[in-house]
């Protein structure tokens, strides 16, 4: 995301949490190094974030010595991080008080990997409608699609709908290869199956044949993220006061599958292995088949 601003022409001034990093992405794609200090960012009129969570978030904007209080006012802040909705509604008005704008706008993207780093969407949220004009040539510039998702929050919001969706479509197709492989069925041909018909969703079509299957397990994203987003879809369900019964279930199925693991930094795809293990079965390599298209 970084470097296609800096293709488009954009001054970017980078920071991130590991220095090395900070140094490698400077040295190869260019930008100047904020090197640990917050004052580096004084200058600049629209601050990007992409952290863990939005606690990290809160934490570097709000916390001892944080981004916040070094900006000037006027000042644009767009969280591209996986947060809480209602959370980023508390920030905003914080912010909002300090004279500084949050706009919320996650990302997805059709593809666990590729080579395309613009193949991305945003869903960008907003109080402020001409906040949200003078960042769209920025995130466009990142992207291949803007949705406006509406006031502050509801970005957030819908990038955990979004996950949970996802989360819940993967569970159901793992359940499904579990027992297809119990009853005897060959699971390579449920997928290629699923592929050709109603059953095909970004799971069977990209996760597990590419990574779960192949036990690459390079999705490029985390298993313990995917959990986080999930409680979140289920908190966000129960402060709207609305039953979705399948949301606990989902999140508590990958939960368990992070706690079997021994890296708490798995990719998503290794989720396979707590349904193996729930199941007691060891799903194939896959032999022939491709990539869904």
């Not at 930008?31 to 009129?45: H, I, M, N, S, T």
């Not at 209602?86 to 008005?93: F, K, P, Q, S, V």
């Not at 699609?145 to 990038?159: I, N």
Request: glycine share 8%; with cysteine.
């Amino acid at each position: 995301m970084a470097a296609n601003l800096l293709a488009a022409g954009y001054d970017l001034i980078v920071s991130d949490a590991d220095p090395e990093r900070e140094g490698w992405f400077v040295a190869t794609h260019g930008g100047r190094a904020c090197g640990g200090d917050p004052a580096a960012l004084a200058e600049v009129g629209i601050l990007i974030t992409m952290l863990p969570n939005g606690q990290v978030v809160r934490d570097a904007l709000l916390g001892n010595d944080g981004i916040a209080s070094r900006l000037r006012q006027g000042t644009i802040i767009v969280d591209t991080s996986s947060s809480d909705p209602y959370g980023t509604r508390e920030l905003g008005a914080e912010l909002a008080g300090l004279g500084l704008t949050l706009l919320d706008s996650p990302v997805t993207r059709p593809e666990a990997v590729g080579e395309n780093t613009r193949r991305i969407t945003f869903m960008v949220a907003g109080d402020d409608d001409r906040a949200i004009d003078r960042v769209m040539p920025l995130l466009e510039a990142m992207a291949e699609e803007v949705f406006r998702a509406g006031p502050l929050g509801c970005g957030h919001a819908m990038k955990t709908l979004n996950n949970y969706v996802s989360a819940a479509a993967l569970a159901a197709a793992l359940d499904a290869m579990v027992a297809g492989q119990r009853f005897g069925l060959d699971v390579e041909t449920m997928l290629n199956v699923f592929n050709a018909g109603t059953a095909r969703n970004f799971s069977t079509a990209n996760t597990l044949i590419d990574e779960a299957m192949s036990r690459r397990y390079a999705a490029g994203f985390q298993l313990a993220l995917m959990v986080k987003d999930l409680r979140i879809a289920s908190s966000l369900f129960e402060r709207l006061e609305f039953d979705a019964p399948i949301s606990p279930l989902v999140r508590d199925q990958f939960a368990e599958a992070l706690a079997q693991l021994d890296d708490p930094r798995a990719d998503l795809s290794r989720s396979l292995e707590g349904w193996e293990s729930r199941g007691e079965v060891k799903l194939p390599r896959p032999l022939r088949t491709t990539r869904a298209r």
